[in-house]
């Protein structure tokens, strides 16, 4: 039996609270609890930020979508370790950038100098020349610059120290600037965007692969 989807913008969640409006904290305690549905309140806010990531070290579309649904699996069975130490969403990133390494996607990416379909030419640009930067540099550039983390907590994602991050997020920068400015090929929200029928299609296989484990 399929299972049925929390509509995060429309229909309330038990105890009359919207569930756009829980925090992660109390979304986690709740599905620890026995309400497993939650789960995609926590992949419906996180989706695209997770894709984005993966996508600084993962070279394929496809692939980092495979990556994200195998973070989502491993986070949901990992939920009991969480601890309140670190913000949610760095334990989640943590998973993810792990999952992704083990993928040994190191190298990298190489583009075939075409903006792809349906991608506009800016973005492309932007994308293309983050995606030149080695991947300890991308990734560090992307939690940082794109997705707005706070020096500690990209280092807590990937495990390095605060210096580490300090000093790759320079050359990550310095690298960018000898192509262009980056903040003037386009606005970074876009960068990989993750659109709707791709947030189904990984919410809908996540929650068929937890729901049964979660009920057993």
Known sequence: MRPQR??????????GAPA??????EVVRRVLAGEPGLYEVIMRRYNQRL???????????????????????????????FDGQSRFSTWLLRIAIQEALDRGRHE???????????????RGMLERAIEG???????????RDVDGLATNETADCLGISHVNVRVRLHRARTQLKAHGDPQGMGDFRQLHPFPEDRCE????????????????
């Not at 756009?20 to 904290?25: N, W, Y």
């Not at 930067?133 to 939690?143: D, F, G, I, K, N």
């Open 133 to 143: 930067l080695p991947a300890t540099l991308r990734t560090v550039y992307v939690l």
């Open 6 to 15: 929390v509509e995060t913008s429309v229909s309330p969640v038990p105890l």
């Open 108 to 122: 990298p990416l190489h583009r075939n100098g075409t903006n792809g379909h349906g991608v506009p030419a800016v």
């Open 201 to 216: 299609r990984v919410v809908s296989g996540v929650m068929a692969l937890v729901r049964p484990r979660a009920e057993a």
């Open 20 to 25: 756009q409006s829980l925090s992660d904290e």
């Open 51 to 81: 894709f984005r990531t993966l996508r600084a070290t993962i070279a394929d579309d496809r692939e980092a979508e495979e990556s994200m649904r195998e973070t989502y699996v491993k986070a949901f069975s990992r939920l009991h370790e």
